[in-house]
């Protein structure tokens, strides 16, 4: 793995852990939010910061940047939609299946379709990509992920034709999300449904 990587693998994790985290403090009624968010944000920074000092600050420390905005946008985001979920349903583990089951259609969906991929039209394929906070890592961060060996392989989206997003459409889409996501959980709270 090379630190170009490391912001894939970082959204791949976040995909499963940030929904969870949301439940979790959703339980709690978001007492511990402030801290939780400033753990992963000094996560999230030292990971950058070591990223740039490997890679030298140059146009790829710039992209590591980008790439850091676009995972802590995409990690707060979905944290927000598993706490709203958590906040919602009465049992946790139906608000952490099913808040997570959507951040891993997001994040997997356009791997997991396989060969219906190449059949699909390019504004689908460019919305999915949009969608998936990997891809939106990877093209923030400067990397052709489709065409990495092993997906190029065996991904037949690889040999269409589709636009990577540029770094600021992921992150209105999810800063949308997760606007959206904070009313929500705020009006749950307010409602009582804990």
Excluded: Q
């Amino acid at each position: 793995m090379t630190t170009a990587t490391l912001p894939i693998l970082e959204a791949a994790v976040l995909v499963v852990v940030a929904p969870l985290c949301g439940v979790a403090l959703a339980g709690r009624r978001l007492r511990c939010a402030a801290p939780a968010a400033a753990l992963f944000a000094a996560v999230l920074t030292l990971s950058a910061l070591w990223t740039i000092v490997a890679l030298g600050w140059s146009a790829a420390g710039g992209r590591t940047l980008v790439s850091y905005a676009t995972i802590g946008t995409v990690g707060f985001a979905l944290a927000a939609v598993g706490a709203w979920f958590g906040s919602v349903w009465r049992d946790p583990l139906d608000a952490a299946a099913c808040s997570v089951g959507i951040a891993m259609l997001a994040g997997f969906g356009i791997f997991a379709v396989g060969p219906l991929a190449a059949n699909l039209p390019t504004p689908v394929v460019n919305a999915a990509l949009i969608a998936s906070p990997i891809v939106s890592a990877a093209s923030a961060a400067g990397v052709d992920i489709f065409r990495t060996d092993l997906l190029y392989r065996i991904s037949p989206l690889a040999h269409g034709r589709f636009d990577y997003p540029a770094w600021f459409t992921p992150l209105a889409a999810y800063g949308t999300v997760l606007l959206i996501s904070l009313a929500g959980t705020a009006r749950a709270l307010r409602k009582g449904w804990l």
